[in-house]
């Protein structure tokens, strides 16, 4: 569950106190603002106005008791939270992130890099349903558009900007390298 809101601890009462809300609540709207709809029309919508949410809180009154922690959970979703769809919602995860990355030092592009990725994923499947369920599932095999919007934050950061001064020197590198090499 995504979060809603991190509370700041001001008194002595409450040690900790978190809460979270479905990805497919009206609170992502709400964060985002009143931002355009690309497909209004779309049978894909992520605001369904679910109202799944988790409340976690600590009080310092109860830290002596053997449960401390109170738990709010509401798992009333008004959507189907195991199918493709709603998987294909989820935020990519760090490890997955981090891959990419790794294979974009290593030479890959976008679409080399997303290939490779599917790949090891259908190595690694023990049967076929679990295949199909990190096939449909974003935190663990992203879209096109998020590796290719990774590789522009990579690139931009290993080399600058297309025509830029650091572009031209990690080129320059490279040509000296490849002569070096003796090739």
């Known amino acids: ?9 001001k008194g002595n009462r409450v040690i900790y106190r ?21 497909r209004p029309q779309s049978a894909r ?9 988790l409340h976690l809180r600590i009080e310092r009154k109860r830290l002596p008791y053997s449960h401390s922690l109170e738990v709010e959970l509401k798992f009333t979703h008004n959507h189907v939270i195991n199918s493709a769809e709603a998987l294909s ?4 995860e760090e490890e997955v992130h981090q891959e990419f990355i790794n294979l974009f030092r290593d030479g890959h592009s976008p679409s080399s890099a997303l290939y490779a990725h599917e790949d090891s994923l259908h190595l690694n499947a023990s049967d076929e349903q679990e295949l199909m369920e990190i096939l449909a599932d974003r ?7 998020y590796v290719a919007k990774i590789f522009q934050q990579y690139r931009e950061s ?3 900007s297309r025509n830029s001064k650091p572009m031209f020197e990690r080129l320059k590198q490279i040509v000296e ?6 090739q």
């Open 45 to 53: 919508a992520r605001n369904v106005n679910c109202a799944a949410s």
């Open 89 to 92: 919602f989820r935020r990519v």
């Open 139 to 145: 935190a663990k095999n992203p879209d096109y558009d």
């Open 158 to 160: 290993a080399l600058g």
């Open 177 to 182: 390298d490849y002569d070096d090499s003796g």
């Open 1 to 9: 569950m995504a979060q809603t809101r991190g509370f700041n601890v």
């Open 18 to 38: 978190e809460l979270y809300h479905c990805i497919h609540s009206n609170e992502v709207k709400r964060k985002q603002g009143n931002r355009e709809t690309k």
